[in-house]
């Protein structure tokens, strides 16, 4: 079997098991529309004022509901003991990460389909300057934060304190992709400030491949942690 | 057996830590020119510059310690990371204080996010605050270890990131605020050059009991497991 066909069998099998179920698609989908909604709320949003303030409302619904989903993703493995069985599994160690990867970052995906188009309903915001900045963005921005999420979500299912830690450890390990994903939206959002932002989409991509590259390799120590 | 010298190399390094803060002391607060504009609030940085180098070396002896651990599974490498980590913090913890300290006169503000070596030290300390939480609060040494050295590792290469990261989300947006000159007097270089080596000297002391403190730690562990 090869490296992709792995990769494929392991998110085919969690997909199926998330999708049979639905809640937690259904709970992440849901707490993003209403942290949206709270949001709006606290900064009582003007029409003025939401430059200032845009990608964030934007981005934080995504963000928050994928990290609480990363916990939850792949829970059903620590019942009946099914992850010693898929660790005897003859599969690739790191083909089990970027199956776990892309099975998150499907159901990221889904939340930021429903989420985003929210946010412009709600703005009453102005059609975005470039769309096609805004989806490269998008696509761009949540995949380097699932990986980095699963990547130490994996590390931190051993602590007592998993829950807390995983955010303490991924916000500041993800700053910079936070500055590059907030730069390039609001420079997607609104049309005059553009400027710089090659820079700012290989930084993403950059940030993206050394937490995609380096934990499928070191997936198989990661485990035994 | 490197154990022999370990008591007498400890003695001598804390006598001269002793002799070089002494002389440091003297001569950052007495020795050194006051400078014209800022005054007296200028001689913070005889303390604030040295303990950003030593945060710096505590943090790469972290990764190193990480690559060697997971590289020989030495369990010596892992007190060296732990007790280097713990310093790191103590001095990233002093490098926000007396720069906050020094800013609210001179910038007249106690913060300000358009320094990339500002927000990455904040950064830097949350990365290692991190590393000391995983130390507490996984079950199980082996595991512990490796997960703490694979933390490490991927937070020390995270620093440059921030570093270039927050430097150009600040170079699109105006500058505020410029950097001072290097120009000074010779008094000054000589007196920043000796605290950051007195300072570098002190540290090593740290680490030198600290490791001791850990590794007897694990000793006591294991004489109790043997014999409990």
Do not use: C
């Not at chain 1, 990221?108 to 709600?122: A, G």
């Not at chain 1, 998008?138 to 304190?161: D, E, K, N, P, R």
């Amino acid at each position: 079997m090869t490296f992709i066909n792995q990769v494929v069998l392991i998110l085919n099998r969690d997909l199926r098991i998330e999708f049979r179920s639905k809640s937690l698609l259904l709970s992440m989908v849901i707490f993003a529309l209403l942290f949206q909604v709270f949001l709006q709320i606290v900064f009582d949003a003007k029409t003025q004022a939401i430059q200032m303030i845009a990608p964030g409302i934007l981005w934080l619904p995504v963000l928050l509901s994928a990290m609480l989903g990363f916990n939850k993703y792949g829970s059903a493995e620590r019942e009946n003991g099914a992850l010693t069985g898929l660790l005897v599994s003859p599969i690739d160690k790191g083909a089990l990460f970027l199956g776990k990867l892309i099975g998150n970052y499907v159901l990221v995906f889904i939340v930021i389909v429903t989420s985003v188009p929210i946010f412009f309903l709600f703005l009453k915001q102005p059609f975005p300057a470039s769309i096609g900045l805004l989806l490269t963005t998008l696509l761009l921005g949540s995949w380097g934060f699932v990986a980095i999420g699963v990547f130490l979500t994996t590390l931190a299912h051993s602590s007592s304190i998993t829950e807390l830690l995983v955010p303490i450890m991924i916000f500041p390990l993800a700053v910079p992709l936070f500055l590059a994903i907030i730069q390039l939206t609001e420079m997607a959002l609104f049309p005059s400030l553009g400027m710089g932002e090659n820079l700012w989409i290989l930084l993403l991509i950059g940030y993206n491949l050394i937490f995609t590259v380096a934990p499928t390799f070191l997936f198989d120590l990661l485990l035994e942690v | 057996m490197m154990q022999k010298y370990l008591n007498p190399t400890k003695l001598f390094l804390t006598f001269a830590t002793g002799i070089l803060m002494v002389i440091q002391l003297y001569m950052s607060l007495f020795y050194a020119p006051t400078e014209k504009y800022m005054g007296h609030i200028q001689r913070i940085m005889y303390f604030h510059v040295p303990s950003a180098f030593v945060a710096f070396a505590a943090f790469t002896i972290v990764f190193i310690a990480g690559i060697m651990y997971l590289y020989t599974k030495n369990k010596k490498w892992d007190a060296l990371a732990v007790s280097s980590a713990e310093i790191g913090v103590l001095f990233t913890t002093v490098v926000l204080v007396t720069g906050s300290l020094w800013a609210r006169p001179v910038w007249n503000a106690w913060w300000v996010w358009d320094d990339p070596r500002l927000v990455t030290a904040l950064i830097l300390w949350f990365i290692y605050i991190a590393y000391l939480l995983i130390r507490t609060s996984v079950a199980g040494d082996e595991r512990r270890r490796k997960f703490a050295a694979v933390f490490g590792i991927v937070g020390f290469i995270d620093v440059p990131l921030v570093y270039f990261s927050v430097k150009w989300w600040r170079t699109i947006h105006p500058k505020v605020i410029d950097e001072q000159g290097v120009h000074m007097p010779a008094e000054m270089a000589q007196t920043l050059f000796f605290s950051i080596f007195a300072f570098l000297v002190l540290f090593i002391t740290l680490l030198l009991y600290r490791y001791v403190l850990e590794s007897q730690k694990e000793n006591v562990n294991e004489l109790r497991n043997k014999y409990l």
